[in-house]
């Protein structure tokens, strides 16, 4: 079963969006990587999920997705496009993960992510 993961909150702002969040819920905002400011919102011991809010692309200027983790990016992605699913962002190769952008037949988009 995959999971999710993370989210991804995606600003024109991204500074403003973090101050914003780091001030009313107290999360925690680390250093850009990759444009990428990674976030934690607790503690492990409690439920919930971290995340990141990076500068929106063209494509996705402003809104959140969910990163869902999957132990085989390219047939995650065959089956998401074979259930009507559309790639916004193809397979894309980081340090540590592969990562892509879907939208699903219904216009919700989302992340897949599989560690390497």
Known sequence: MA???????????????????SSVFGWKVGAPNWGY?????GSEEQPGI???????PHDYAHGTRIQIEVD?????IRKSKDAGAQIVRDKMEFDDFY?????D?????????QNK
């Open 3 to 21: 999971r999710v993961v993370g989210f991804e909150m995606n600003s024109q702002d991204p500074q403003r969006a973090s101050s914003f969040y």
């Open 50 to 56: 971290n995340g990141g809010i990076a500068l929106g």
């Open 37 to 41: 400011h990674p976030v934690t919102t």
């Open 99 to 103: 990562l892509a952008y879907l939208v």
């Open 105 to 113: 037949p219904v216009g919700i988009g989302f992340g897949l992510i």
């Open 72 to 76: 085989d990016i390219d047939e995650a």
